[in-house]
């Protein structure tokens, strides 16, 4: 394991789930663009979103407000698929971070397969649209070596381990099985000079080990920060999930 000290990472909010609330009445609330503002006001380095083909929570309009109000960064997770490509070029995030999407998940269920030919191609153009309409391009993987050589190949700005996988760990032994994995993914990452973030199940109880690995940069967190909003308000979810990281 290492022991490298601790970078002082950055804290990406994911608000999907106050559009899944509103969605689930059809109403015009909570609006997740108040809870972005919310959210950067009690510190949050960077809001997240994810739109999906299925439209279930985020919505474009949404994604269009946010590109003008945030004032910290964008970070918009989608497929790379035409649609969600040329929605990304209309609105211009500061980050697009690719993902799979799999019909029927309740959320995603892993990483892209960048080692299989198909979904690599797809990803390469999709890299090279982002780039050249000044949008950085993230992909989000397993933490695995192969995963993390094929996005040197692809020169990706940023890599986000998924670390569901840790996160589901029902033993200690398991859960550090998972935590070197991701340890050993980090190392190989930092040696090729890639900025490095994670997400995925992360809760206030479970952080703690992956900043104290030293190499992770940039943590998207969504649904324990909107959860715990619902008792403690926003405000101060954000705060206490900044005090962790830092």
């Not at 474009?60 to 918009?76: C, G, H, P, S, Y």
Request: aromatic residues 4%; contains cysteine.
């Amino acid at each position: 394991m290492s022991s490298k000290e601790p970078v002082l990472a950055r804290l990406g909010v994911n608000i999907d789930h106050v559009a899944t609330v509103r969605q689930a009445r059809g109403t015009s609330y909570p609006d997740p663009v108040a809870a972005a503002s919310i959210a950067e006001m009690a510190g949050a380095d960077q809001i997240t979103v994810h739109i999906r083909l299925d439209r279930r929570h985020i919505q474009e309009r949404d994604i269009e407000l946010l590109a003008r109000t945030v004032q910290t960064r964008l970070n918009v997770e989608m497929v790379p698929e035409d649609e969600m490509l040329a929605l990304a070029e209309r609105t211009q995030p500061h980050t697009v971070t690719l993902v799979p999407e799999r019909e029927g998940e309740v959320t995603t269920e892993g990483g892209l397969d960048l080692c299989d030919p198909g979904v690599r191609d797809q990803v390469q153009e999709a890299v090279q649209r982002l780039r050249a309409a000044g949008i950085g391009a993230s992909v989000f993987i397993d933490p695995d070596s192969a995963q993390v050589q094929a996005a040197v190949d692809l020169t990706v700005d940023v890599i986000e381990f998924n670390t569901a996988a840790y996160a589901e760990a029902h033993t200690d032994t398991g859960r550090q099985a998972e935590l070197e994995r991701i340890d050993a993914a980090c190392r190989s990452a930092a040696e090729h000079g890639l900025f490095i973030a994670a997400g995925h199940g992360l809760h206030y109880h479970n952080v703690g080990p992956l900043v104290d690995l030293g190499w992770i940069e940039e943590f998207n967190i969504g649904h324990a920060i909107v959860g715990r909003a619902l008792f403690s308000g926003m405000d101060g979810a954000v705060r206490d999930m900044k005090d962790l990281i830092a």
